[in-house]
């Protein structure tokens, strides 16, 4: 491929991408697609081409309601460019990306980040043990190559919990017991906001019966205030202490752990677009107008990367973000814009209920043992980081000299937010005044081989 200029260019193919595709091609404009996974459907979408061959039950209705938005993609006219990693966007908008064990940059005038969200981590003792994965990988098994763990334990919340145990059940695979860390505190909080989810009632509708099928099928133990997981070379069992005070422990070879999704801000952070600290959310998103358009007049920010919304929102949030670029290209879609920012709020009035609900108490957002492995990359434990901030460290980028949290091959996606709060936890600042790790590009590993392949002038 040589260096290409393109009209559009979105990098991400799920929801939020395809839909702003979609529109973007109607309008006439020359769209590039790129994306990491070998097939269009982003997480939520997974495999969703291949298993449309065989339609296996147990992923669900919602599953393949993504069947018509990605056909609709396959046949829309855009370029796409599939198992490419885009790991740098410079300053005047060039994309640098490695394809097929090659580098290449393209430019585009306008560029729709579209690449999701990341589960927020869970530190708790031995996360790091083999047989210990997050839900989402879990899933992403069972979605692509059929494959699960009888007798599995999972620990956590939320709805992407719920939605593979129970698929999980539905595929006639064992679930040993589900682990809640739900509790009266987040219910307190979320309650006031439960009218509101009403504009959602299929939403609701559908994680009543994930629970309630769950209830009739597995064990399900709550009023959990600490979770260790056991074992020396492998997960052996996890072991909950009660609010009560009593103790439950269960034996398991496998393991799998969630409290929610954040949006994936790696590549928006490390191009140097404004971000905010959600209070709300616990999490940080880009600094966006209503119709995703970012700090930089030229990128705009569409789906669960600008804010977690589900698929549903994601897609309306793409073709919004995609409206508003062709109307600036000179077609005006006032009443199309209006619409979709509706239907987009429309989708969103469950988001308060359900932040409130499932964000995690602090005791598990943060480790409650010292031997505890915070960083996974570089092995770094919460003893460690509590030995740095003694000896001075005051904040995320000052930490990394003093014991390399942070400094692996994920840039921070799984130890990030833990990091930023133990320090804020210390100091006695605010999450938004202690910050976040400086991200700089490559966002995502590239070979030396990939990078000396390189054609042209570096980017900048």
Not at 51 to 59: D, K, M, S, V
Not at 118 to 146: D, F, H, Y
Not at 418 to 441: D, F
């Amino acid at each position: 491929m040589a260096n290409q200029h393109f009209q559009i260019a979105i990098i991400g193919a799920g929801p939020a991408g395809m839909a702003a595709a979609l529109t973007t091609t109607k309008a006439g404009l020359e769209t590039i697609v790129i994306d990491d996974q070998k097939d269009s459907g982003g997480q939520v979408y997974r495999h969703l081409q291949a298993n449309r061959e065989t339609l296996p039950a147990y992923l669900g209705k919602s599953y393949y309601e993504g069947a018509e938005l990605g056909q609709s993609f396959a046949d829309c006219g855009a370029i796409y460019w599939p198992d490419c990693t885009v790991w740098q966007i410079t300053d005047t908008h060039e994309i640098a990306l490695v394809s097929r064990g090659k580098a290449e940059l393209i430019t585009a005038d306008y560029i729709i980040i579209a690449t999701g969200a990341i589960e927020r981590p869970m530190p708790v003792r031995g996360w790091t043990l083999p047989g210990v994965m997050s839900v989402g990988g879990a899933q992403t098994l069972l979605k692509q190559a059929a494959l699960g763990a009888d007798d599995a334990v999972f620990v956590g919340s939320g709805p992407l919990l719920y939605l593979t145990v129970w698929q999980y059940i539905k595929a006639e695979l064992a679930v040993r017991a589900v682990i809640d860390i739900t509790g009266a505190e987040q219910w307190r909080s979320a309650i006031p906001f439960a009218p509101l989810a009403l504009l959602q009632p299929d939403m609701l509708a559908m994680g009543r019966k994930w629970l309630r099928d769950i209830r009739q099928n597995t064990e399900v133990i709550k009023h959990v205030s600490a979770v260790e997981i056991t074992g020396q070379s492998q997960a052996q069992g996890v072991s909950c202490t009660l609010s009560s005070g009593g103790k439950i422990d269960i034996d398991s070879n496998h393991i799998f752990l969630h409290q929610g999704v954040v949006p994936n801000v790696n590549l928006t952070m490390a191009t140097g677009l404004d971000h905010q600290w959600d209070h709300q959310a616990h999490c940080w998103r880009p600094v966006t107008d209503v119709t995703g358009k970012s700090s930089d007049e030229q990128i705009y920010i569409a789906g669960d990367g600008g804010g977690i919304g589900g698929a549903k929102a994601a897609a309306i949030a793409g073709r919004l973000a995609a409206s508003a670029i062709v109307a600036r290209c000179g077609k005006p879609r006032f009443l199309t814009q209006l619409y979709y920012k509706l239907r987009h709020l429309h989708y969103l009035s469950i988001r308060p209920f359900l932040d409130r609900l499932y964000l995690p108490p602090v005791h598990f957002r943060l480790a409650q043992d010292d031997d505890t492995i915070i960083c996974r990359c570089e092995a770094v434990s919460k003893a460690d980081i509590n030995a740095a901030l003694a000896s001075g460290a005051s904040g995320p980028n000052q930490l990394k000299a003093f014991c390399r949290a942070g400094m692996g091959r994920c840039q921070g996606r799984s130890c990030g937010l833990v990091v930023q709060e133990m320090i804020a936890s210390h100091t006695g600042q605010s999450m938004a005044e202690t910050g976040y790790y400086r991200l700089r590009p490559p966002v995502k590993p590239i070979t030396l081989a990939e990078l000396a392949s390189l054609e042209g002038p570096w980017p900048d």
